[in-house]
């Protein structure tokens, strides 16, 4: 079954001499075969699903999941095709495999009961007793014992050795480079991604007016974002978005709660994150509440021109380490009070935020200072945070995909800032 993502897989296990990979993180997974379920929300230390690719595309791609989960598959395949695979090998978990074989007499079936059975047509060997054996399993089936195999998860090799020897070989950082450029497929989804994104970042703007309680405001994004199919970062739907400890606002922190009403004069940082399709959304805007002083209003243009700057030097080719003192070089020609407050980072996006294709560990200073090499195809998220103290905190974020002309915006909403009127009626009170 065609799928460029294990195309590419493929081709860089060539690279790397790999005869095969095994991969168990819900990330690695999805990206494989499109396959996911609630059950990895659980955030369980133990994989409920694996992916198989081997390194000759003459053999098959492999799912592995428990086979009461069959169905999700067909679920997941009903209007496109969506979770690809070859082959799938099954496994019980706990005892919900064991209680679905009993026959129901009083199951009538239907469309999930067919579409569960032709999926199961590609189920291949004996449903085997956890995760790993069906794993070992299927890899000796493919004559792969003494092969150099690859795991995310170094536990999943450890627990095959005895049944199957093989040279193991971690590819968690292969993984991240494999995944950081996206197919065609990936960047029309994330198009979509980022229309939602804009609609979010909207109506967050929509609901900011004086007197506003913070902490309401950011469940009521939340709300908005359920009810249109993105699943918020958390209960908040925000990233940053401040709090005020007094008089004074506090930047700086991820997302603290709100003490009191929204203020004339109120700065507001909106940066929503949540996941939609699977793909992060990550975007990132100012607003005001009520009119801006001349000098802010200043400070904001000439952040955004830095941005701006920045944005012409998304091209292939370019390191993401030079982005930094661009913006820098800009505020301090402008005059702004302690450029150095700039906070800039480049990363990939997609299946997970922040995507860095660089040896773990990669979220320390070398995701910045030393930065990576953008290639075409990147979806590369540009952070712009400036902490300055006299005129207050500052901040954009915008998502581009690298292509061999001029980055391509994924989203729309303007790089302005929001103000917010303060004597507005809040879009949820009840009409007059």
């Known amino acids: 079954m065609t799928n460029p993502r294990i195309d590419r897989l493929r081709g860089m296990l060539a690279a790397e001499a790999l005869d095969a990979v095994v991969l168990s993180h819900p990330h690695d997974v999805r990206y494989a075969t499109g396959y996911h379920s609630i059950l990895e929300r659980w955030t369980q230390m133990e994989p409920f699903a694996a992916a198989i690719v081997f390194a000759d595309p003459a053999r098959p791609a492999i799912l592995v999941i428990p086979e009461a989960n069959i169905g999700i598959v067909a679920v997941l395949n009903r209007d496109a095709r969506r979770c690809t695979f070859d082959e799938i090998r099954t496994f019980d978990m706990l005892n919900f495999c064991e209680v679905s074989r009993y026959v129901d007499p009083d199951f009538k079936g239907g469309r999930l009961a067919e579409d569960a059975m032709a999926v199961a047509g590609a189920i291949r060997g004996a449903c085997q007793p956890d995760i790993a054996a069906a794993i070992g399993a299927a890899l000796a089936d493919h004559g792969m014992a003494g092969k150099a195999i690859g795991f995310d998860e170094h536990r999943v090799s450890a627990a095959i050795a005895d049944r199957l ?90 997302r603290t709660r709100g003490n009191r009403p929204l203020r004339r004069g109120d700065i507001v940082i909106l940066e929503t994150q949540g996941v939609l399709d699977g793909f992060w959304i990550d975007i990132n805007r100012t607003a005001v509440i009520g009119r801006p002083s001349a000098d802010y ?63 773990y560990p990669a979220a320390g200073l070398a995701g910045v200072k030393q930065g990576f090499v953008m290639e075409e195809d990147m979806l590369i998220s540009l952070d712009s945070l400036f902490f300055g103290a006299r005129l207050g905190p500052c901040h954009m974020e915008n998502v581009y995909a690298i292509t061999a002309g001029p980055p391509e915006p994924m989203y729309a909403a303007p790089l302005e800032l929001i103000v917010a009127d303060a004597t507005a009626p809040h879009p949820d009170a009840p009409a007059a």
């Open 165 to 254: 020897p093989h040279r193991y070989r971690d590819v968690l950082d292969l993984m991240m480079r494999v995944r950081v450029v996206k197919t065609t497929e990936e960047r029309e989804r994330y198009r979509a991604v980022g229309r939602m994104a804009d609609r979010v970042v909207a109506h967050a703007g929509s609901l900011l007016q004086e007197g506003a309680d913070w902490n309401d405001v950011q469940a009521r994004i939340c709300d908005f974002m359920v009810r249109n199919g993105v699943t918020p970062v958390d209960e908040g739907a925000m990233l940053f978005g401040g709090s005020y400890d007094g008089d004074d606002f506090i930047p700086d922190l991820f």
């Open 297 to 359: 209003q200043r400070l904001h243009d000439i952040l955004r021109d830095a941005f701006l700057k920045m944005v012409d030097r998304l091209r292939p080719g370019v390191s993401t380490h030079t982005l930094p003192a661009i913006g820098y070089q800009h505020l301090k020609d402008k005059g702004v009070a302690a450029p150095e407050k700039l906070l800039v980072v480049a990363h990939g996006i997609g299946l997970m935020p922040l995507e860095i294709p660089l040896p």
